[in-house]
């Protein structure tokens, strides 16, 4: 069973602080991973994809992978009180797409 | 932009009743899923379809069918409504990758209380 691992949370982090969410995958063929943001009542959105280990960054969003530790990570700079949701990893399985049960990030002010 | 539609928001059904879930993509995406989320469990896959009239089972296909006559629209149907068939369903679509997954794309949702 393909598994996708996430500390549910909550994180909590003031106002402006770097917030740290981390992701493990079991299957090492995996090829895409994606970051979800999730609001309450909502459904999910998509914020950034990344393929190639290293970093990628989009705004105050970093998405860095580790293909070798299976590891993957959001940041977010400069929390906003507007970033606190649930944020779901997700890892491809050829077409498909397994979802982490997501962790809750609270921005406070 | 992309842009997936369900077609109620929220919806209420009695037990046993048969329930149709309806989803339309207008990006041509060749692949379509559908979802069912609960507090804890996270997203589940109940079936997705790589073309028309495709269809392949997901995690929980149970009590569930689906039906894609047309690309842009796929179909939820529940055979017969049970409580325990309470949740958000959410659908989604992505092109078709080769040697990868492209990015999925939810629809906004459908809260489904059955009684």
């Known amino acids: 069973q393909k598994e996708v691992e996430q500390n549910s949370g909550p994180l909590s982090v003031p106002e402006g602080a770097i917030a740290s969410l981390n992701c493990t995958y079991s299957?090492?063929?995996?090829?895409?991973f994606f970051w979800y943001r999730q609001y309450s009542g909502k459904s999910p959105e998509l914020i950034m994809f990344?393929?190639?280990?290293g970093d990628k960054e989009d705004g105050r969003f970093t998405a860095q992978l580790n293909k070798a530790s299976q590891y993957v990570s959001l940041l977010i700079r400069d929390s906003q009180p507007s970033d606190s949701a649930t944020y779901l990893c997700a890892v491809s399985d050829t077409d498909k797409l397994i979802f982490g049960t997501g962790t809750r990030l609270q921005v406070f002010p | 932009d992309v842009k997936v539609t369900q077609s109620s928001r929220y919806l209420v059904k009695r037990t046993g009743e048969k329930v149709f879930l309806e989803c339309v993509q207008d990006?041509?995406?060749?692949?379509m899923f559908w979802y069912r989320q609960d507090p804890g469990l996270g997203l589940r896959l109940i079936y997705f379809?790589?073309?028309?009239?495709?269809?392949e089972k997901g995690d929980i296909p149970e009590g569930y069918s689906v039906s894609r006559e047309k690309k842009e629209r796929f179909s939820l149907i529940l055979e017969s409504a049970s409580t325990n068939q309470t949740s958000m369903y959410l659908c989604a679509s992505s092109r078709k990758g080769l040697a990868f997954s492209y990015e999925q794309y939810f629809g906004p949702g459908t809260r489904l209380t059955v009684t």
């Open positions: 299957d090492r063929g995996s090829q895409s």
């Open positions: 990006m041509d995406h060749e692949n």
């Open positions: 379809s790589y073309d028309v009239k495709m269809k």
């Open positions: 990344i393929y190639s280990n």
